[in-house]
């Protein structure tokens, strides 16, 4: 079982702001989002925070990439929502992170696509189905949001719900109060 280094600083945090925190969460839970498109999936899940609001919630967690106690060689959160008006399936990356997922042993990758936006497809690597499904996804509000933001990371949309990692956030809780914003500005501009 990992250590759960500074999950009291993310515990007197979720206190603060009326969230509910486990320091080791059901992994059940997190493991019915797997597998994921662009991330690879850890061992371990650590310290959630989880923020409800009608109709959905967000969860903040973080994700542990190394086995046993060892610590990995870095460290980062995940931001989950589930919203019943997210419904379409396509998934983004922008760099390349540590945690992004290069084998693909249980499901095959999602095809690789382009959206038609010169300036999006220039900095985005978009998988889905088809482009008209990952334009109908990554709409252009969301895009826009996405540029303005200068997002760095992976984002995948699903019918229901969506997981974000924004790189450079780690688990402290000025980067839990981060990502927290990003997931509730990410629903608010992919639902149309």
Same mark, same amino acid.
């Given at each position: 079982?990992?250590?759960?280094?500074?999950?009291?600083?993310?515990?007197?945090?979720?206190?603060?702001?009326?969230?509910?925190?486990? !320091?080791?969460?059901?992994?059940?839970?997190?493991?019915?989002?797997?597998?994921?498109?662009?991330?690879? $999936?850890?061992?371990?899940?650590?310290?959630?925070?989880?923020?409800?609001?009608? $109709?959905?919630?967000?969860?903040?967690?973080?994700?542990?990439?190394?086995?046993?106690? !060892?610590?990995?060689?870095?460290?980062?959160?995940?931001?989950?929502?589930?919203?019943?008006?997210?419904?379409?399936?396509? !998934?983004?990356?922008?760099? @390349?992170?540590?945690?992004?997922?290069?084998?693909?042993?249980?499901?095959? $990758?999602?095809?690789?696509?382009?959206?038609?936006?010169?300036?999006?497809? !220039?900095?985005?690597?978009?998988?889905?189905?088809? $482009?008209?499904?990952?334009?109908?996804?990554?709409?252009?509000?969301?895009?826009?949001?996405?540029?303005?933001?200068?997002?760095?990371?992976?984002? @995948?949309?699903?019918?229901?719900?969506?997981? &974000?990692?924004?790189?450079?956030?780690?688990?402290?809780?000025?980067?839990?109060?981060?990502?927290?914003?990003? &997931?509730? @500005?990410?629903?608010?501009?992919?639902?149309?």
């Amino acid at each position: 079982m990992p250590p759960s280094f500074g999950s009291e600083l993310i515990a007197a945090w979720a206190a603060r702001r009326g969230l509910a925190f486990t !320091a080791r969460p059901d992994e059940a839970w997190f493991r019915r989002w797997e597998p994921y498109d662009t991330i690879a $999936p850890p061992s371990a899940y650590l310290s959630s925070c989880t923020w409800t609001a009608n $109709p959905g919630h967000a969860v903040i967690a973080e994700p542990w990439y190394a086995d046993g106690d !060892a610590e990995p060689l870095e460290r980062t959160l995940l931001g989950f929502a589930a919203h019943p008006a997210l419904q379409r399936r396509a !998934a983004m990356r922008v760099g @390349e992170h540590f945690l992004t997922r290069v084998a693909f042993i249980e499901s095959a $990758p999602p095809p690789r696509v382009v959206l038609g936006d010169a300036l999006w497809d !220039a900095h985005v690597t978009t998988f889905a189905a088809s $482009p008209r499904e990952a334009a109908a996804a990554f709409h252009p509000r969301l895009r826009k949001r996405l540029a303005r933001r200068g997002f760095q990371g992976h984002l @995948e949309l699903r019918p229901g719900g969506l997981v &974000v990692h924004c790189a450079g956030l780690r688990p402290v809780p000025e980067h839990y109060d981060r990502l927290l914003g990003i &997931v509730r @500005e990410l629903v608010n501009a992919a639902v149309l």
